[in-house]
DNA sequence: AATGAATGAGCGTTCATTCAT
DNA sequence: TATGAATGAACGCTCATTCAT
């Protein structure tokens, strides 16, 4: 990478960075271009020039803080063998990776869901890429016999929003203090529901 | 009632089901106030006379719909003794009243949430509402041994978030195309999580 | 005067009082007729019915306050022969009267002037009116051979605005405290000018 | 100056310009932001660039016109040696200026009084300053025994605010046709009052 | 590449006035 | 006479986007 080229990306990061702050705080209706271009210590005409648009610079930044949570969940579950500890894991990191960026909890649960009909796309895929990953745990652990065959597919979306809803009471009123408390009822809940584990086989 | 508080009472719903109708579509911030006047028979001053600002009309409009979901599924609740039982029903009713509801669903589940921090409180007390009255039952269900002792709390959150998730893919993505056959799946996996059911409990 | 003309002159009462208030403290335009109505325990409709528009309602307490004024004013130079010292009279009787009404103050020497090109004519004449009074004073001192010939017209104009002047400062600074105080260094000012009088001629 | 500078000036230099044109003519309620911005060949954005509000407009052209009008007056009496021929050029310079310039008249004197509580602090000040002029002049009159020892605040509050009156019946009723033509009685007036000069000191 | 002045459509809100009851 | 709901034009202000420099 050249001297221009690096330069482009560090200008890039900025205006990322500065608009995961402001559309987190304000909402991506509220937030105001100047204000982020203000933070990237750039102006208005010179965030236009690495991003079409508004709109073009949310998608990016949802792009972006998909990937990541994703890339990082992924990597998590790779090292681990057994399928619904596979599981557990995934669960442990997004609460953790959640829980120490509150901002980008903010963003991807809260304020991406209403910003618009024009970031629905992207959210379900991320919200379906989410449910994938369980699902296919669970697809795994019916094939090792671990699991009864169900509604895999389903079960994921379920998992995701569980978690989401755990995040997002976390965001919005503040319970659990550390989001990472929540950790092991909630692995409780989601392997064995509400009736519970049979005696001979929790953990 | 007398004649002028019906017809005042009966204006307010025209401007209520427009607005419905408009958020829901457009979203808070994206909706305008005039278009809100016009689906409702009215002028924008007419509006106005009722409702003091976009603001409390959307939060009424909150109020409302918090206060019609949640009242008919407690009524549905009332009926079933079991707890176990009651919380089946409720996730029958409510996948019920959003799957007749789309509109509804999409305001509470998806627009709701970015409309603003000025209704995070309002939200939040939905939020809440919901999980308590999961965790009502669970307590119940617990103090009755049919289940084991656990954080009903969170485990009420959850349970929204997991219906929550299941609605609002529905919502964007339109699968599965009629809401309530998520019911089987849904009610197993609550129930019994990931790792199913025992053999001899499964209905 | 039979019942119900008793009646709707009370209720003309009530408007022009609460009208009073409400444009002496917002001015004309920043008033509401909602507020004046509300304070003249009327609806708005009612008002209406008394006063054809806001305009016409500022007019008549315009009118009211001008001729309350006026003939206060005029009653009390009635008593007193000397010409110069009927200045004085009116000199004090427009301090004392408000200096006792602050609120008929700024309606009449504040807000008035702002208020728009309509209101012109209608201050111009009370303008006129009160300068005419004056110098009417200074035509009789110099018929007596109290006061040398001069512009007598143009001598009332600027004599109604250095009082004028002062109790606007009162108004809008407060200063002095009671308007009253005023009185002597400006019966002085305004007999002998500047220059201060002749050594056998001051009080 | 630079360039940009130059530009920056200049464009505020347009808008303040329409701005007073267009407060004179319709009153600071009255007055619409869109017209401003017409007539200063911008848009309504572009005037919102260089000012913050209407309010702000407002203010900044007092400011302006204020200094303007004092400074010119200052000038001209700074020639002057002689304390009481020096108030006599305030004089002759104040009706000059205004005599020449109608729209400032009406701004400074009529509108700016019933724009509206928040402009009060601006126009005291205004107020303020004038009086102190003249009683600068009459405070160094008494120092050189030109005059006798009274309230020289008083009068220069009186003097400013006969001066006021004519100007303000000229600007509203058009008399004198040529406001300057009031200059002489009212020189007199100012020095000698209501009752004359001495026989030995008029001019 | 970057700046920041400029654009202009659009919005929430107000309010004098009208009118059915 | 009186009410208060309704009207609708107007207003101040915002902000994503463009563009000359």
Redesign the interface.
Known sequence: MNRSETKRASRRRQVLDAALEVFARD????AAVDEIARRSDTSKGGLYFHFPSKQALFLALLDEASEVLLSRVERAMAAEPDP?AR?DTALREVLHIFGGHRTLARLLL????????EF?AK??EL??AFASLIAGC?DD?VAAG???P??TR??G??????????V??WV??GEPERLED?YP??R???????????GD?SR
């Not at 304020?111 to 009909?117: F, T, W, Y």
């Not at 979306?157 to 755990?166: E, L």
């Not at 409780?188 to 049979?198: E, F, H, I, K, S």
């Open positions: 909402g991506y209706g509220n619904l599981g809260v304020e991406a869901l209403g910003a618009g009909r629905n959210l379900t919200h379906a669970l652990a671990l699991a009864p169900h509604d389903l079960a979306v379920a998992w995701f929003g569980a978690v989401n809803q755990v997002t009471r919005l009123a929540a009822a909630l409780q809940l989601l392997r064995y529901g509400v009736a519970g584990p049979r086989e």
